[in-house]
């Protein structure tokens, strides 16, 4: 026996090495982690807003164009009416708005399509709040002699 001890607990070169991670290692990685989520969140709700917004002027573009194709098609005149968060084209089923979209109409009454494509003239403005308080507005206005649907805004 020497005279420092011979003990395998205290060997400089262990059997097995101990595997893992400290706590500071794991403190560390979890403060990068949250530190890396609290600035892309912000970013990604924003995103998610706009997609709605993009997705509810859509929306309402696509209905008062399909409203107008019917009216050609059929012969007969369609409107589309705005009930609440929900566009309804004719007797059709509504349409569900995004939950972040508010749209509002500058007519009290349906905008009513005929078949020879005019229309009664309409404004439709639609709004969006983002998280961070910025705001955005898509304008889609319907030109009365020609029926023709304009989009203006972001």
Do not use: C, K
Request: glycine share 12%.
């Amino acid at each position: 026996m020497s005279g420092t001890g011979n003990s395998a607990a205290f060997s400089a070169h262990p059997r097995h090495p101990i595997t893992g991670f400290t706590l500071i290692e794991m403190l560390v990685t979890l403060a990068i982690t949250g530190l890396i989520a609290g600035i892309a969140f912000p970013r990604v709700q924003n995103s998610m807003t706009a997609m709605e917004f993009r997705m509810g002027a859509g929306q309402v573009a696509e209905a008062l164009r399909s409203a107008r194709a019917e009216a050609i098609r059929t012969g007969e005149p369609v409107a589309l009416a705005l009930e609440g968060r929900e566009l309804v084209i004719g007797d059709g089923a509504p349409v569900a708005l995004p939950a972040s979209v508010t749209v509002i109409a500058g007519q009290d009454v349906p905008v009513t399509f005929y078949p020879d494509g005019t229309a009664e003239p309409a404004l439709y403005r639609i709004t969006s709040r983002g998280a961070g308080g910025g705001s955005r507005e898509r304008r889609i206005t319907v030109f009365g002699s020609t029926g023709h649907i304009a989009e203006s805004g972001q």
